[in-house]
């Protein structure tokens, strides 16, 4: 009775009858929504990669919100970095008298000398215009439902009048690089509609900067229509040599049946079977040279034809999404369920199989449709707002490694081209953020990013220009690459020389203290700081120093697989002997700052200091128990503040707690951590919120399949263990798919109390290791190359 009534209430704001949940199934692999979308953040979603669409599913006046991967605003003019570098000693000199304010205060002194104003944010990701359709229904609106179908990226709204059911469906290109759109009715010349291109609505001022931005970022605005085609142009106040200065779109309207013709900005369609649009979105460097007309010619060479459209599409997403598959044994019933009603019926302590299982889906959906002509940034591919959070941005200290963290185990290692293109296309800006503010050689890659690569973004509080592990991070994806793909040609033209980069900036930046070990100087840990001291600035941050060990060791691994640069790997060995010791404080627990001289600080929604067992467990730390205890510790301190805030802000920080527990075969942490990620973090359109329902924000639609495939699968080259973390919510179930290291697949891995059965299938000749927790020794299995082998595990407990 409660939903009924709840919908009755919606339903009648909305002009929609009482019948309103439709009783027509689900997709195979998506979901059913029973009502719109209030707010844009719970519109639902597709993209391509390129484009993105946010449909809000209102039946008759509907509106549709577009974006393009690269549309960032030009607010800010990229500054050259900070001139950091002729001030080091200096800099470094406060550190060591424990001045840390003092240093972060130094370095935005420095730039209000060099004219860079307020703490500059990058460009904001924007969206670029509205299409709106308006219909008229016979008698009221019935039957409303709309939908996702993850294996093609359909988003469809349904409803019913007196005359019968009409339904949008739409979906983004990839092969055809085009947003597609139909509008269909019961027949008989049913479908009447107005489809006119709009400027997004301002929102006034608010928390996010939409007022500044809107103001001091737009300049004008065209909207037309004309020869069968809506377009629209947009200007920006603030563009300079190199830069957007503003940006297009048209959309084709084709009607079958009917007439469609042009009023004013409008094209009005009346008495068609059905509609269809094709619509294209173009970024100018130079205003003047309009695409308009080119974009009208293209879309007319487009055979106007939906189930052609969708057939190649379908081939290409699905190829990508159909590759894995998770069951937990959510039941039918629960799968035919409403988004509302399946969240509803879910809660922490009591998590729904069927939610998780979709949720897997929607992660890897949400993924893949947000990557191509770049990768996720903060929102994805999408965003309907003039002042995106953090500007909807490239958030490169946590945030960004948490949206592509299962690009490579969930089978969709194509999703990670764009990331490395993306660093690869802003490499000279990454050496001159290492030149100008630390004086080294190598890249210094920037925490946060847009348009640009440059470290402009900083201020006394959030040092960010301390922050020296971008890089070093980002090399463990290139190097991950490898070990997933075995792609040779990839280590030795683009990891190689992108990880000698990173090791080389080590290499100047790095000194030796009293006791001969290295001294990370200025460091900083995100976004926390010690109890001891109010500032974020610091040395020795063991995130600093695990990722620089980690780095080395990879680099040295991959000249040797290479047989390569044999004085580089001597140089590299040496430089790990004298990395710092892990530290563990009084309690127990790795310390955050490798130092005496700063003290613990628990109540943090970051875990930066575990960083070492986000992605596995180094060697070092596997053949250590004591490391190995005291990285559980302090596991275990930062789940403290989590407990008490239910989850709490930041989802990533939360993805970064559960890559440390399943690393450290924590399966009850594990399964805590996927229990409020799935429980308290999504709107129903089954796209994820930063914090409890609130804030749009992709972050862990890769860190939460992360979580789960390393709890059921952890591998390195030569051994896979399975079922590594199993919690016992889940005494039985299913993963198909999935990747290993070592060029791998589990075509499936099936469990239930008794055994395991495991199908492998590998890229190549090799004998491989099978381990489980519960299963009597280790099991050798030779595996041929590209034929798939079925293996049975007894498990004894």
């Given amino acids: 009775m409660k939903n009924t009534h709840l919908l009755a209430i919606i339903s009648a704001g909305l002009g929609i009858a009482h019948s309103s949940v439709r009783a027509a199934p689900a997709p195979q692999r998506g979901f059913i929504s029973s009502k719109p979308a209030e707010t844009w953040e719970q519109a639902l979603v597709s993209g391509n990669g390129k484009f993105g669409a946010l449909v809000m599913s209102q039946p008759l006046d509907e509106t549709i919100i577009f974006n393009h991967a690269r549309l960032f605003m030009p607010i800010n003019p990229p500054l050259p970095p900070i001139d950091s570098a002729s001030h080091l000693k200096e800099i470094r000199q406060m550190f060591a008298d424990g001045h840390y304010q003092q240093a972060s205060d130094f370095v935005v002194e420095l730039a209000n000398k060099a004219n860079y104003g307020a703490k500059r944010w990058t460009d904001p990701f924007i969206p670029a215009f509205d299409l709106l359709v308006h219909m008229q229904a016979k008698g009221p609106v019935k039957d409303y439902q709309r939908s996702v179908d993850f294996q093609t990226g359909v988003a469809a709204v349904r409803w019913q009048d007196d005359r019968g059911e009409f339904c949008r469906r739409l979906f983004v290109s990839r092969p055809d690089d085009v947003v597609v759109l139909s509008i269909t009715g019961p027949g008989g010349g049913t479908v009447d509609c107005d489809l006119q291109l709009a400027k997004r609505p301002y929102e006034g001022a608010g928390g996010w900067w939409p007022d500044w931005n809107f103001k001091n970022g737009i300049k004008e605005v065209a909207i037309a229509a004309a020869d069968g085609c809506l377009s629209y142009r947009s200007s920006f106040k603030r563009s300079w040599p190199g830069s957007l200065q503003g940006y297009e779109g048209a959309a084709r309207v084709a009607a079958k049946g009917g007439n469609a013709v042009v009023e004013g900005d409008k094209i009005v369609v009346r008495g068609a079977d059905e509609v269809l649009v094709l619509l294209r979105i173009e970024l100018l460097n130079d205003f003047e040279q309009s695409r308009i007309p080119a974009m009208k010619q293209d879309l007319g060479q487009i055979q106007a034809d939906f189930p052609g459209l969708l057939e190649r599409h379908a081939k290409v997403h699905g190829g990508i999404f159909n590759r894995a598959r998770l069951d937990l044994g959510g039941s039918a019933a629960d799968h035919a369920l409403t988004s509302e009603q399946l969240i509803e019926g ?213 000249c040797e697989e290479l047989r390569t640069d044999a004085a580089g790997v001597q140089r590299w060995r040496a430089m790990l002997t004298k990395m710092p010791d892990y530290m563990i404080d009084s309690e127990g627990a790795v310390k955050e700052w490798t130092t005496p001289l700063l003290e613990e600080n628990q109540a943090h929604r970051h875990c930066s200091h575990l960083y070492a067992v986000f992605n596995g467990m180094p060697a070092e730390i596997a053949s250590s128990e004591k490391l190995k205890r005291a990285f559980q510790v302090a596991l275990e301190k930062r789940f403290e503040i989590r407990r008490q805030q239910h989850g709490g802000e930041m989802a990533f920080g939360l993805v970064q707690l559960g890559q440390a ?16 990620l799935a429980n308290n973090y999504w709107y129903p359109n089954f796209v994820t919120t930063h914090n409890p329902k609130s804030l749009f924000n992709t972050d862990l639609c890769g860190g939460l399949p992360a979580i789960i495939i390393k709890m059921l699968a952890e591998s390195q080259p030569g051994w896979i263990e399975l079922l590594p973390a199993l919690p016992k919510q889940w005494p039985a179930g299913r993963i198909d798919g999935v990747r290993c290291r070592g060029q791998i697949e589990l075509r499936s891995l099936v469990w239930n109390a008794e055994r ?42």
């Avoid at 590209?786 to 049975?792: D, I, K, L, M, N």
Wanted: proline share 5%; charged share 20%.
């Fill in 346 to 558: 879910s809660q922490v302590g009591k998590l729904s199989p069927a939610l998780l299982e979709r949720e897997f889906d929607a992660c890897r959906y949400n993924v893949i449709s947000s990557s191509g002509e770049l990768f996720p940034n903060l929102q994805g591919i999408w965003n309907g707002t003039w002042g995106p959070p953090w500007s909807a941005d490239f958030t490169l200290n946590g945030n960004v490694q948490s949206a592509i963290a299962a690009n490579l185990s969930a089978n969709m290692a194509e999703c990670l081209e764009p990331f490395f293109r993306y660093l690869e296309s802003h490499l000279e800006e990454s050496r001159e953020n290492a030149r100008r503010l630390y004086g080294c050689r190598g890249i210094h890659v920037a925490s946060r990013a847009s348009s640009h690569g440059l470290n402009n973004h900083f201020d006394a509080t959030w040092p960010m220009t301390f922050w020296t592990a971008g890089a070093g991070w980002d090399s463990q994806f290139y190097y991950d690459y490898y070990l997933y793909t075995g792609d040779r040609e990839f280590l030795r033209n683009r990891a190689l020389p992108f990880m000698k980069e990173a090791a080389l900036f080590y290499e100047d930046f790095l000194f030796e203290g009293p006791d001969g070990k290295y001294v990370f100087s200025p460091s900083y840990s995100p976004e926390n700081n010690p109890k001891n001291s109010p500032s974020q600035a610091c040395i020795n941050a063991t995130m600093d120093i695990s990722v620089a060990k980690e780095l080395l060791t990879n680099l040295i691994a991959a």
């Fill in 756 to 797: 395991i059965t495991v199908t492998l299938q590998a890229d190549r000749v090799q004998r491989v290791e099978l381990r489980s927790p519960g299963a009597k020794g280790v099991r050798s299995v030779d595996l041929p190359k590209g034929q798939a082998v079925t293996v049975e595990i007894v498990r004894t407990q």
């Fill in 661 to 676: 527990a399943s690393s450290l075969r924590d399966a009850a942490l594990s399964y805590d951590v996927v229990d409020w």
